[in-house]
């Protein structure tokens, strides 16, 4: 096994410099979500030339991909590794995947020395969208994971967590309409949209009092409020964050956050529509994998924050629902402690010279804890039963 996780670290540094230049390519054309039609270009090409049967446009999204190493094992395990590239508006690559893509694509060509002497298939899976738009929630759906055993990706932070979870979410629009009449001269025809809409946030502000403590965080902004003070608006907008530990818990928060905006529409006489965008469910790590991914990391010398489950990156993930269909990792390296994400820093910090190390460390350390699963059953049965048990 050491023989080929030796081989694997040694192919991460022999192909650095194209990782690297992969690496700035991305940042400097920050592509956002379901545009990401260079980065998907460049990270396939790569793949491509180096013999991976490549599938474009899966799921029935265009800057998906599929990458898979034709070793014609039929054996298991079936290893996917996650690519993200897509940027956020304005601020380009401030959460860093340009260094998630490029180490997935860094440690696939890696493994592929390596594959035809191991029993188990390799796939690069490029999931656009993370930001904005659950690109792997489409996937999930699409059934791109029902061939996959294991599936490993890196997130760079400002920590490293091997096993850290991810908030549940439900994104959901709340439109209200209304009549239109001169505030003035005929108010009491006019039925206010704008009215029903900030009794829905009064509702919802006196509804946090009850939720249950540290477990619920509800945010909203009003994205249509009316156009001019002298007619009644007619239409009015707003879109709601329920984030909470688990996705159980968020539906029932939803279910609340829809009262208040029912009880708005009655009081108001306003017509009151809700618009879901799908539902992000929390990230459950898998603790065997994480463990063998940290002892890798370890071993590559990089220091390790928070070894165990850790609940305190308070984001949420399309990640986690891929994690409810298969055994899943994302542990968090550590780019640099002081940032703070979803900034500018962040996007230059990807390019640093923390941004390489972190881009090779990533690779070597998802290529080295795919050969522990090629090689080591034992742990790939771990996986599996802990997989298995956590979803009873
Ligand atoms: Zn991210």
Redesign the pocket.
Known sequence: MEKYKNVVVNQVESIKEDLFKLKENLYHNPETKFEEFKAAKWLTELLEKEGFKVERGIGGLDTAFRATFPNFSSKSPTVALLA?YDALPKLGHA???NI?GSSAVGAALALKQIMPDLEGNLQVIGTPG??GGGGKVILVKAGIFDSVDIVMMV?PWNMTALAATSLARVKVGIEFRGKSAHSFAHQEQGINALAATIQTFNGVNALREHLKPHHAMVHGVIIHGGEFAVTVPDYSASVFFIMTPDIQYCREVFKKVKSCAEGAAIMTGAEVSFHSYGELKELIPNQALAEAFGRNLKELGVEIDKPGLFEGIL?A?DAGNVSHAVPTIQPYICLDKNLV?HTPEVARASVSKEGKEVLLNSAKALAMTAVDLYVNKELFEKVKKEFISRKL
């Open positions: 993200e959460c860093a995947h998630i993370e930001e997130h984001c993930t994400w």
